[in-house]
Every structure is written in C-alpha cells, then in structure tokens.
C-alpha cells in the first residue's frame, strides 16, 4: 500500500507541529497497514538526559488498556462463562449493596459497564491514581457505596470505575489474576513480547513527566493492582500495531482466524457503534470528528462522512498520553505516544490519518472482486458490447425490466458508446471498486473517454442482477 515520501513529510510536519506545543518532552509516532508500521519517528527524549524514543521505547499507554480489557471479557463470553446482559451482581456478588438513586432504575450489566452506561459520573483524574488498590480494598470501595449521575442504561458517560468492575469480574469468572489473563490470552498469542503491566519487568522504558513552573519533572509509576484495567498497561508502537492488524483483519471476510482467543466475531463487535456519544462528550476522548461517532467495547468508534469507519482510543496518565486509531477500509492506522501528563496527541493523529485518506484515491480497501461478481462483470460486458436478449434472460433479476424497458437501456448504452467514439478493441478496464461480495463498479475505456459499469446482485440464488447503470464519462471523471 504505497505511500508516497510527500506524504509522510507531511505527517511529520504534523507531528512537529504537535510536540511545538511543548506538551511532552517525548514523542513517538508510527504509520502503519495492517500491523506493520510503515512509517515511525521519535522527536524530544523518552527521560531527561536520555535518548530519543523509537519504535521499542515502552510507554504506559493508559485508556488504550480498556481495549484489551474489553476484549478479555468478551473471550469469556464467548466460552459461555459470561453473560453482558446478566445484572452484574452474578459475577461481582458485593455489588448487591449499591444502592441506584432513581426509581425503576435496571439492573447494572455488563454490557452497560463495556459501553460506558452504568450511570457513573466522570472520573478521570481521580481513577488514575487508583491503580494499586488491591482487590480487597476494591471490595471496601463499593461497599461503603457509589455515586451515579444518571438512570443506567440511558446516557454515555466516560467511566473508569466502570472498567475496573468489568476487571474484577474478568478476575472472578477466569480464577486468574487480571494481568495473567491478559497476558496469556491476548499478549502471548499475538507475540507482544514488550508489552506488560510490571514497570519493572521493562526495559527501554520512557519517564513519565509533568511539567511545573516551566521544568519537567518526573513522575513515578504505579503498580498494577484493582484498576489496572482502565488504564495499567505498558507496551510500544511494535506491539500497538499488532492489535491494531488483529482489529483490522477482523473484516476481511475471507480471513481464518489466526487467533485462538479473540474470535473475529468478537473483534468485529467491538468495533461496531454500541452508544452514541453525545457531542458535548466527544472530547472527553479527544475524538476530533466530522462524523457521528460512539462507543463500542473498549474501542471509540466513528463513522466518517468521507471515508467510513474510523475506530481508535486515547490514553491519558499521570505521565503520559497516547493515541491509536486505524481506518477499516483502507487499513492505514496511526500511533502516538507521549511521556507527558495527559499529553494528548489524539488531534495530530485524527490530522494525519485524515490527510492520508484524502491523498488516496479511494480510501476504500482494495477488494477482489467476488468469482460470481467478476462473471457477472463479464456476462455485462458481452451484453455492452453485443446486445442479447438470450443473456439478458439469463442474468436480469425480475425487477429490472420493470424498472426499464431492455428498448430503453440497450438504447441507452448504444448512445453512451457513441459519446466515448466506441470501446477500446483490446479489453481495457480501470478504477475497479468493490465494496461488498454483491457490488462492484468499474471503467470500460473507449477511445474518447469510458464507459462507467455498476452492477449489483440479488439476495437470492441464483445470484441475479438487480441494478446495471452504464454511462459515459471522461478518463479523468471519478
């Protein structure tokens, strides 16, 4: 998938411009296709004194963690050891004593802790130094009772405390430790060797900064414990585009899963638009948006006006921030990573994804075409060419003649042939896009310009065709 040399100056100039604003004395960022990066580039140093920080640099990367946590959960589900819309109360039995401030309130599940609608306020700063609370303490926390701000089950609101009840029922439903289970359900099989909720089992690891009275000063880590599921966990741009390919490869429809935990079903669900996210809470996530945008499981899900689903997450921590956010159809993904307090580099990376995108001419995923596509593609062409009433009989579904007289669109095509002087005697095709198993488009060229051919097959078998649009146009018409 080339990316031209133009292009990833731009990206670092971006990227320049952020780290200019003096938010974190460290930068790494990554482009990346699927899980490789492309593209990566460190600038300022990962501790004072130190190096600049590359590709192996580990950061703490925060809120990014509820991805895999959200993933951990929904391995469970899927061996039937959970259930996202039980009250959670089965799983965490102490809950029992929480006390929901409004009348005929539903019980909390966990679908509703997964999707940010428990009803819990924000809690941010106060979450993050909550990390290594032990599980008892935890216990103590929910026992002595919790605040709620709405009626669960009817608004989206950013909740750690949230995800750290789903940790704790990870904890009792997988009898392992939540770093455990991570680590040898997810970390392990995809080979993120550098990744780890242990500081000290870390090396290349950058220091945390906050800055005061103009000095940056260091930060010390915590050590994972109750919380560490919102937020706890450490890793680089090496082992980030790895999940980022597993996310991806998710929807490839012709892809066999090479993972035996996280089930592309469940990899697909987290991806897909669970709650919309009002627009006064967009920047909570520091989601720069042109689009309508919510939340999945773990993951902040947009659907772009321009170019389609864009997934990601930011992180933010006493220390660091972080970004990822990737593009379905193309499979071009961005990473940031910063060693300063809630440095956000989220507007950097929305910037240069999105000026990536619009430098491609299609920001669509480059599909084969179906076998039954492509011979339908090929019945069309002989139909173009050489009008068959036979082929017509053969390939039409019921609806097309009664949307067109065949008189009046084979009369249609001879005249659309004429504008472009006739086709080209060599088979000549281009600007190919299929974006489904059911539908493709294409370029006949001509001698004065092209035929632009769409199809679209039925849902029943045989497959038949249900839409066939020719027209002409010039070669360099989109």
């Known amino acids: 998938m080339p990316i031209s040399r133009e292009d990833l100056n731009a990206v670092d100039q971006i990227f320049g411009d952020y780290f200019d604003l003096g938010k974190t004395p460290g930068l790494i960022y990554a482009v990346t296709y699927q899980e490789q990066i492309l593209h990566t580039k460190g600038i300022g140093v990962s501790s004072l004194g130190g190096n600049t920080p590359d590709s192996q640099t580990v950061f703490r990367v925060a809120s990014i963690t509820k991805s895999f946590t959200a993933a951990a959960a929904l391995i469970l589900r899927d061996r039937n050891l959970l259930d996202l819309d039980k009250p959670i109360t089965k799983y965490i039995p102490e809950f029992e004593g929480v006390m929901v401030p409004f009348p005929n309130s539903p019980k909390i599940t966990l679908r509703m802790l997964l999707t940010m609608t428990a009803g819990f306020p924000t809690d941010d700063k106060w979450a993050d130094r909550q990390e290594s609370l032990t599980p008892g303490e935890f216990i103590k926390?929910?026992?002595?009772?919790?605040?709620?701000?709405?009626?669960?089950?009817?608004?989206?609101?950013?909740?750690?405390?949230?995800?750290?009840?789903?940790?704790?029922?990870?904890?009792?439903?997988?009898?392992?430790?939540?770093?455990?289970?991570?680590?040898?359900?997810?970390?392990?099989?995809?080979?993120?060797?550098?990744?780890?909720?242990?500081?000290?089992?870390?090396?290349?690891?950058?220091?945390?900064?906050?800055?005061?009275?103009?000095?940056?000063?260091?930060?010390?880590?915590?050590?994972?414990?109750?919380?560490?599921?919102?937020g706890g966990l450490l890793t680089n741009t090496v082992d980030l585009a790895k999940w980022i390919g597993i996310m991806i490869q998710a929807f490839d429809s012709e892809s066999i899963d090479q993972h035996n935990s996280i089930s592309s079903i469940s990899r697909r669900e987290m991806q897909q638009l669970q709650r919309i996210m009002p627009p006064s809470r967009l920047r909570q996530l520091d989601a720069p948006t042109t689009s309508s945008a919510g939340y999945g499981f773990g993951l902040a899900v947009e659907e772009d006006f321009d170019f389609g689903k864009i997934v990601g997450h930011s992180g933010g921590y006493p220390g660091f921030g972080s970004h990822m956010r990737w593009h379905i159809g193309s499979g071009i993904g961005l990473i940031a990573l910063a060693n300063g307090r809630y440095a956000s580099p989220a507007?950097?990376?929305?910037?240069?994804?999105?000026?990536?995108?619009?430098?491609?001419?299609?920001?669509?995923?480059?599909?084969?075409?179906?076998?039954?596509?492509?011979?339908?593609?090929?019945?069309?062409?002989?139909?173009?060419?050489?009008?068959?009433?036979?082929?017509?009989?053969?390939?039409?579904?019921?609806?097309?003649?009664?949307?067109?007289?065949?008189?009046?669109?084979?009369?249609?095509?001879?005249?659309?042939?004429?504008?472009?002087?006739?086709?080209?005697?060599?088979?000549?095709?281009?600007?190919?896009?299929?974006?489904?198993?059911?539908?493709?488009?294409?370029?006949?060229?001509?001698?004065?310009?092209?035929?632009?051919?769409?199809?679209?097959?039925?849902?029943?078998?045989?497959?038949?065709?249900?839409?066939?649009?020719?027209?002409?146009?010039d070669l360099i018409d989109s």
């Open 347 to 473: 507007e950097a990376c929305a910037q240069a994804l999105r000026y990536l995108l619009e430098k491609r001419e299609s920001a669509e995923y480059p599909r084969d075409p179906s076998k039954i596509l492509y011979e339908m593609q090929l019945q069309v062409e002989l139909l173009i060419q050489n009008w068959d009433n036979l082929v017509a009989d053969r390939i039409f579904a019921d609806n097309m003649d009664l949307d067109d007289p065949r008189s009046f669109r084979q009369s249609e095509i001879a005249t659309a042939l004429r504008e472009i002087g006739g086709l080209l005697s060599t088979r000549t095709i281009a600007d190919t896009i299929s974006d489904s198993l059911s539908h493709l488009s294409w370029k006949l060229l001509g001698h004065r310009g092209a035929l632009k051919v769409e199809i679209r097959l039925t849902p029943n078998l045989p497959a038949r065709l249900q839409v066939l649009n020719v027209s002409a146009v």
């Open 141 to 230: 926390l929910i026992e002595t009772g919790l605040r709620f701000d709405s009626v669960p089950g009817t608004n989206w609101e950013y909740s750690n405390l949230g995800y750290a009840l789903v940790t704790a029922i990870i904890v009792n439903v997988s009898g392992k430790r939540f770093t455990e289970f991570i680590e040898t359900e997810i970390l392990t099989p995809l080979k993120m060797a550098t990744s780890s909720f242990d500081f000290r089992r870390l090396e290349n690891l950058a220091t945390g900064y906050v800055k005061r009275n103009g000095a940056w000063e260091a930060e010390p880590f915590s050590s994972h414990g109750a919380f560490s599921g919102i």
